[in-house]
């Protein structure tokens, strides 16, 4: 007597009545955001997938492709003044150079984070947010504050589904060393994919989140002196992102994705701004 075909056994025979073979599982494809600098900072522009290198968990993958970032950009701007509006023209600055090219969402520490601008384009919204970010009196905070406000930061990007985005932080106070809240944050962190960048004055003690936070995600940590200061490191911050670029590499079928990441370069006298934290799905 003839058994009748399993399910599996039927799917096989239907698959190759229609395409005449089995289809293999496709290789699992990830996308990670990066820049590159040179020495002075500047945005190098002209990588290739033969310049570059990646590693997931220590293991060699094969680049797809790499090519200019086009994806919309959402930038989100925490400022940790303590009242003073020392940031206020940098940020000026920076928004002017920005404007067209990303949605903006801005929050002030006074002291807890109070959001002076929602996601937009719009330059009328930027131009009244800027006027908030004047000198207001002295605002002090206690330091768990800048780790919720990144946090929250993070949790709304990764809610807005923002593929591309990133959270730039300035700051005289800086975080509350050894919080048990830095943690956690880094990890939403990462599960949003934003880069972190972190501008603070100089000889301001960090904690965790604002230390690592950029090393992980693919930002920027600079100390600045004043509003002078901050200008042109922003103008850098910019530029980079202005000239961001998306790479694609595969995993091998059967192969998890893994939380680290290492993205080299060959190329002499070029930085790439990576991130070695990924989400892990």
């Known amino acids: 007597m003839k058994r009748t075909p399993t399910f599996a056994v039927v799917s096989l025979v239907f698959g190759l009545m229609l ?26 522009t002209d990588l290739a997938a033969s310049d570059l290198a990646v590693k997931e968990n220590g293991k060699d993958r094969v680049i797809a492709s790499v090519a200019p970032a086009t994806a919309p950009l959402q930038v989100y701007l925490l400022v940790d003044d303590g009242g003073s509006g020392a940031f206020q023209g940098a940020i000026a ?41 004047g000198q207001r009196g002295r605002v002090a905070t206690a330091g768990d504050q800048i780790i919720e406000a990144v946090s929250e930061a993070a949790k709304e990007l990764q809610q807005r589904k923002a593929a591309r985005s990133t959270i730039i932080v300035m700051t005289v106070g800086g975080e509350i060393p050894q919080s048990d809240q830095a943690d956690p944050a880094l990890n939403v962190l ?24 950029p090393k992980r995600s693919g930002g920027v940590i600079d100390q600045v002196s004043a509003n002078v200061a901050l200008g042109p ?11 961001q670029y998306v790479l694609t590499y595969t995993l091998p079928d059967g192969v998890k994705p893994n939380e ?16 070695n934290r990924v989400p892990d799905k």
């Open 260 to 275: 680290k990441l290492a993205l080299t370069t060959t190329r002499k006298g070029v930085t790439l701004l990576a991130p």
């Open 93 to 133: 600055q920076f928004l002017e150079t920005m404007v067209g090219h990303a949605e903006f969402a801005i929050s002030v520490l006074n002291p807890q984070p109070i959001k002076v601008a929602d996601f937009t384009k719009d330059i009328e919204a930027l131009k009244t947010a800027i006027t908030r970010l």
């Open 19 to 44: 395409t005449g073979h089995v289809a293999a599982k496709a290789d699992v494809t990830r996308t990670v955001y990066f820049s590159a600098v040179d020495a002075k900072g500047a945005a190098v």
């Open 190 to 213: 990462k599960s949003s994919g934003a880069s972190l960048n972190v501008f603070y004055l100089a000889g301001l003690d960090l904690g965790k989140l604002l230390a690592d936070g």
């Open 233 to 243: 490191v922003l103008a850098k911050v910019a530029d980079a992102l202005l000239h």
